[in-house]
């Protein structure tokens, strides 16, 4: 099984430059997930999707966007990249009440 | 607003002593706790997951406690490992309508010395 798989792995962006993060699960999961993991601030929420069609900003959402494309796929946006979004990004998903599985993770450097 | 509290935040001991890892949240509504590995560069991985209606679980050498009324979980490792070296972070589902997002602890970064 796949579980949840992120693209891209690594990716430099310069500042203003536009990207959009990639992420599906195969687990039939409701719920998915956007967090940011920075040295020092641990994991925090940026949007999140309770089910298809419905997303919803979590505790960081300036400066990004989601799509949930499917109840398969969820995808992040940074319009304008800023250094200040330097992070490394994960995806996540889960049924109620059970247990939160994680994508391996996107690097992203902006410059 | 729940806040999950983790010490300490890093801890070194000698192989095969037996440890305990700690986690706080500051709200008891919650629907279950989970707690994750996380090896440098990768993903989180995770260990076990306790409903709020569970006191413990157990998975081979880990177990995983939990005090709701006091706020409180205890991640117990047998027979340390180097193996075992990570960073351990808990994470709680409070109760809240929909998308039961999870709220993390900093983490707990384990040295195990051979």
């Known amino acids: 099984n796949a579980g949840v798989t992120q693209t891209p792995k690594f990716q430099v962006l310069k500042t203003g430059q536009s990207m959009t993060l990639q992420c599906a699960q195969d687990?039939?999961?409701?719920?998915m997930y956007w967090y940011r993991q920075d040295p020092g601030m641990g994991l925090r929420l940026i949007y999140y999707?309770?089910?298809?069609?419905?997303?919803d900003k979590g505790e960081v959402p300036n400066g990004y966007n989601v799509s949930r494309l499917n109840k398969r796929e969820f995808s992040l946006r940074l319009e304008s990249a800023a250094p200040s979004q330097t992070s490394v990004y994960f995806c996540?998903?889960?049924?109620?009440?059970?247990?939160?599985?994680f994508g391996q993770g996107t690097r992203l450097t902006v410059v | 607003k729940q806040e999950v509290t983790q010490i300490p935040a890093a801890l070194s001991v000698p192989e095969g002593e037996n440890l305990v890892l700690n986690c706080s949240f500051t709200?008891?509504?919650?629907?279950?706790l989970q707690w994750f590995r996380q090896d440098p560069g990768k993903g989180l991985t995770s260990l076990l997951l306790?409903?709020?209606?569970?006191r413990e679980q157990t998975s081979g050498r880990l177990n995983a406690s939990l005090d709701k009324s006091s706020g409180r979980s205890t991640l117990y490792i047998a027979a340390s490992q180097p193996g075992d070296s990570a960073t351990y972070l808990c994470?709680?589902?409070?109760?809240?309508?929909?998308?039961?997002?999870?709220?993390f602890g900093q983490g707990t970064r384990l040295t195990i010395n051979p």
């Open positions: 994470a709680v589902t409070p109760y809240e309508a929909g998308a039961q997002k999870l709220v």
């Open positions: 996540a998903s889960k049924r109620a009440n059970t247990e939160a599985f």
């Open positions: 999707s309770a089910s298809e069609g419905t997303t």
């Open positions: 306790i409903q709020s209606s569970q």
């Open positions: 687990m039939n999961h409701n719920s």
């Open positions: 709200d008891s509504a919650i629907y279950n």
